[in-house]
């Protein structure tokens, strides 16, 4: 349904199915699409069948939360993703105003023909319409918020936040829908659900803390051994432990036995919220 009216809808089911219907019916109204991902994992962070999705509809990519990932991946992720004139890609830290102009001159550049083509029919001048998409988590609703300059729709840091759809304009010329994330869960392959378990864009109680923060500390160990070394006070690599993290923390149970499960949540906050430094868990080839 085109701008003007705000439209709540039933909130995703497992496979992203009824959310992702309520994507589906918006895109013939849209001019553009926003598929916003998160730079620290730009592949595993995209709905795997984007390309098919979107078909020929012009595209920007964002690649949000680029503060928490190594500023130079990033960078030749968006050299990368930009492959051609209907599809930019650009990355953007929220939590900074830098980048602003960037996006909605983007957004006008890759809606200028449609914008021609409907003057060229005599039909009266619209905004662009552009619906932001991807899978929960990412910033969507962020990235609506920081181009207004104020908070116009829910944002939370957990997956599920925004449930239904809402139209926001961002620019005299530029219309934005915030839509809920979806994910297919049924869809995405072991290696794909740890990154996106380890980053937070899925729902907590679909996974085992325990089990995604051991993994993730042996795929950290392999990009960052140093800084895993050093931030568990480690000498070798076989000292990174969940087991080492709660010792130094003094995490410990009944006993003074480390207490692993802690020690699990307060790793997956701490790469998280980026005071593992910056991480990037795939690179473009
Ligand atoms: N560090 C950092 N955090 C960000 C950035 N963008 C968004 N966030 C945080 O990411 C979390 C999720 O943001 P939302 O905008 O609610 O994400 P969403 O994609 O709308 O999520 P759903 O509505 O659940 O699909 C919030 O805690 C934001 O503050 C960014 O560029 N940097
Ligand atoms: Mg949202």
Redesign the pocket.
């Known amino acids: 349904m085109p701008p003007s009216k705000n439209t709540k809808k039933p909130k995703s089911d497992k496979s992203g199915g009824t959310a992702f219907q309520q994507v589906q019916n918006q895109l013939k109204w849209v001019d553009l699409i926003i598929e916003?991902c998160d730079a620290r994992a730009p592949m595993a962070s995209r709905h795997p069948r984007s390309a098919s999705l979107f078909g020929s509809k012009p595209r920007l990519i964002v690649l949000?939360?680029?503060?928490?990932a190594e500023h130079a991946a990033s960078k030749n992720w968006v050299n990368a993703l930009a492959s051609n004139p209907n599809q930019k890609a650009i990355s953007?830290?929220?939590?900074t105003s830098k980048g602003k102009s960037k996006l909605i001159d983007l957004a006008l550049s890759l809606t200028e023909a449609k914008r021609k083509q409907l003057v060229e029919k005599g039909i009266l001048p619209r905004p662009a319409r552009v619906c932001v998409v991807?899978v929960?988590?990412?910033?969507?609703?962020?990235?609506i918020n920081w181009l207004v300059g104020q908070k116009r729709v829910r944002?939370?840091?957990k997956?599920?936040?925004?449930r239904g759809q809402q139209w926001v304009r961002v620019h005299p010329q530029v219309e934005l829908l915030d839509t809920?994330?979806v994910l297919p869960a049924d869809e995405i392959e072991k290696s794909v659900q740890l990154k996106l378990s380890l980053l937070n864009l899925v729902q907590a109680g679909t996974y085992d803390s325990e089990d995604v923060a051991r993994q993730g500390l042996h795929i950290l160990k392999a990009i960052y051994p140093e800084r895993l070394k050093e931030y568990v006070s480690a000498d070798s690599l076989e000292g990174v432990t969940l087991q080492a993290l709660a010792t130094k923390r003094n995490l410990l149970g009944t006993g003074g036995i480390p207490d692993i499960k802690r020690a699990a949540s307060v790793f997956l906050g701490d790469l998280r919220s980026g005071k593992l430094g910056e991480i990037t868990l795939e690179r473009p080839d």
Do not use: F, Q
């Open positions: 916003v949000a939360k680029e503060d928490l953007l830290a929220l939590k991807g929960p988590n990412v910033g969507k609703s962020s990235l944002v939370g840091d997956p599920g936040v925004t809920p994330g």
